[in-house]
């Protein structure tokens, strides 16, 4: 067997610093959950002396934990299965159907990724409040989908020109309708794409809080990322509380992305192999 090359080495071993670097924070968090305030404070660094689990209880109870992540999680659920769907056949049909207006229209979509939100928060903050929709997961959930819809649509072209168009051609000679084969052909073709837009738009929701803060604003409403919010004040920050509440709502989205991880890793992989 070959001796391993120096080179080969060092970038091994500068791959796991990276990693380690990458995630330190996330461990830094669990470890600090388990401890009370005064031991944050003075060794944060330091593993737990015992396992201190007062924390945990309270934040369970106090930032109304099940509540929170049943609402964020049927935010996810709704503003990912609408926008995907939405945005493959969005994409599918300005691929297939070229010429000047879907041109126009695409660049409409991906103009509409460089506006910072910032800019247009205000605007959205007055419409919302005139439909009666300001404070509603409805509304908020409305609002966002035409965010996220703009980069799934771009990602779903790139992956829709792969798709051979004899396909599509066979089943419409074997009576199938445009939306059979868009559902039936070009959809299954897409799933390592659609794994990709689902993980990555999931991993947006579970972190938005400018928009959240600005629609979410009633107890009932509240998602993960508002009800941690809630441990800081303009007089005191409750570290041990507020580390605690980060760390439960760590859980569920790294197991979804573990679980999801192989289906990324194919969707990458098709992207470079194919186009």
Same mark, same amino acid.
């Given at each position: 067997?070959?001796?391993?090359?120096?080179?080969?080495?060092?970038? %091994?071993?500068?791959?796991?610093?990276?990693?380690?670097?990458?995630?330190?924070?996330?461990?830094?968090?669990?470890?600090?959950?388990?401890?009370?305030?005064?031991?944050?404070?003075?060794?944060?660094?330091?593993?737990?002396?015992?396992?201190?689990?007062?924390?945990?209880?309270?934040?369970?109870?106090?930032?109304?934990?099940?509540?929170?992540?049943?609402?964020?999680?049927?935010?996810?659920?709704?503003?990912?299965?609408?926008?995907?769907?939405?945005?493959?056949?969005?994409?599918?049909?300005?691929?297939?159907?070229?010429?000047?207006?879907?041109?126009?229209?695409?660049?409409?979509?991906?103009?509409?990724?460089?506006?910072?939100?910032?800019?247009?928060?205000?605007?959205?903050?007055?419409?919302?409040?005139?439909?009666?929709?300001?404070?509603?997961?409805?509304?908020?959930?409305?609002?966002?989908?035409?965010?996220?819809?703009?980069?799934?649509?771009?990602?779903?072209?790139?992956?829709?020109?792969?798709?051979? %168009?004899?396909? %599509? %051609?066979?089943?419409?000679?074997?009576?199938?309708?445009?939306?059979?084969?868009?559902?039936?052909?070009?959809?299954?073709?897409?799933?390592?794409?659609?794994?990709?837009?689902?993980?990555?738009?999931?991993?947006?929701?579970?972190?938005?809080?400018?928009?959240?803060?600005?629609?979410?604003?009633?107890?009932?409403?509240?998602?993960?990322?508002?009800?941690?919010?809630?441990?800081?004040?303009?007089?005191?920050?409750?570290?041990?509380?507020?580390?605690?509440?980060?760390?439960?709502?760590?859980?569920?989205?790294?197991?979804?992305?573990?679980?999801?991880?192989?289906?990324?890793?194919?969707?990458?992989?098709?992207?470079?192999?194919?186009?």
């Amino acid at each position: 067997m070959k001796a391993r090359k120096p080179v080969r080495i060092l970038i %091994e071993i500068f791959g796991v610093m990276v990693g380690i670097l990458f995630v330190s924070p996330a461990l830094l968090v669990i470890i600090n959950s388990f401890k009370p305030v005064g031991d944050i404070l003075k060794t944060p660094f330091a593993l737990p002396k015992t396992f201190y689990i007062d924390n945990i209880v309270y934040v369970i109870k106090n930032m109304k934990y099940f509540s929170a992540l049943f609402n964020t999680l049927i935010i996810a659920v709704v503003v990912v299965s609408v926008t995907v769907v939405l945005s493959a056949m969005a994409g599918y049909k300005l691929t297939r159907q070229g010429g000047k207006l879907s041109a126009v229209i695409t660049m409409l979509f991906l103009s509409s990724l460089l506006v910072p939100f910032q800019s247009i928060m205000i605007p959205i903050a007055k419409i919302t409040s005139m439909l009666g929709i300001g404070n509603s997961m409805i509304g908020y959930i409305i609002t966002i989908i035409p965010l996220y819809a703009p980069m799934g649509i771009f990602v779903c072209m790139g992956f829709v020109k792969t798709v051979p %168009e004899s396909l %599509e %051609e066979a089943a419409i000679i074997d009576g199938c309708s445009p939306y059979g084969v868009f559902f039936r052909i070009v959809m299954p073709l897409l799933q390592p794409t659609i794994a990709s837009l689902v993980v990555m738009f999931t991993l947006w929701i579970w972190n938005d809080y400018a928009l959240a803060n600005m629609m979410l604003t009633s107890q009932s409403t509240r998602t993960l990322t508002i009800a941690i919010y809630g441990f800081f004040s303009s007089f005191t920050n409750r570290w041990d509380y507020a580390l605690t509440a980060l760390a439960l709502s760590i859980i569920p989205i790294t197991l979804f992305y573990l679980f999801m991880q192989k289906h990324i890793v194919k969707g990458i992989s098709a992207g470079a192999v194919k186009g």
